[in-house]
Each structure stands twice: as C-alpha cells, then as structure tokens.
C-alpha cells in the first residue's frame, strides 16, 4: 500500500509536461525566370506567361516588358519542385513552338 499512496502524493506535485513540438523548417524557395532573347515573339512570352503562371494580360505584358528591357524576369516564387516543373514545361513548350526562350530558376 505504501506505493499507492507515494503515487497519490507524487501526483499532487503539480508538474507539469509540455510535449514538444517538432521544430518544421520551410522549404526553399526559388524564383522563375524568362531570359531574354532576340527571336521569340512578344505574343508568345505573354501566351507562356497566362498559361503557366496564370497572370492576367496586364501582368503578363507587365513582366514581359520587364524581360525585354532588363534580359530577364521573374516570373513567380515557387518550391524547388513547382519551380522546377515550370521550368520544364515551359521549356518543352517553347521548344515546341520553334522558339528559344529559355525559362530557369534560381534560388532565394
């Protein structure tokens, strides 16, 4: 009987556990890229832009713009796996198309 009660006043300690929380760190981020070329048609990049980015036409020209201007721009901010499919898909679709823009990715 002696354990019982040395339980019921261990209980009475107050203590208290705190589980721990496991410490996520968040993914890497990477931007998208348009590189600038002198052949592929401005349509196209703002065409490549809605479809694959989902910008509306004002954005679109917007970054489109920026590309021609400035040799590249981002396109959007992705995780290396989303970033690294619109890379890929974008430049399977250029390809495709007989043009040579050229999508890539960096890191942040």
């Not at 261990?10 to 998208?32: I, M, N």
């Not at 832009?49 to 509306?56: A, N, P, T």
């Not at 007989?98 to 990715?105: A, I, K, V, Y």
């Amino acid at each position: 009987m002696a354990n019982e009660n040395e339980h019921e006043q261990d209980s009475g300690r107050g203590l208290a556990l705190e589980t721990a929380k496991p410490e996520v760190a968040r993914p890497p981020l990477f931007q998208v890229l348009l590189l600038n070329d002198d052949f592929t048609p401005m349509d196209f990049v703002v065409e490549v832009l809605r479809s694959f980015f989902g910008l509306d036409q004002k954005q679109a020209v917007q970054i489109m713009l920026h590309v021609h201007t400035r040799g590249r721009g981002v396109c959007g901010v992705f995780t290396r796996e989303v970033a690294e499919t619109k890379v890929t898909h974008v430049n399977e679709y250029s390809r495709s198309h007989q043009h040579p823009l050229l999508c890539t990715m960096e890191k942040l």
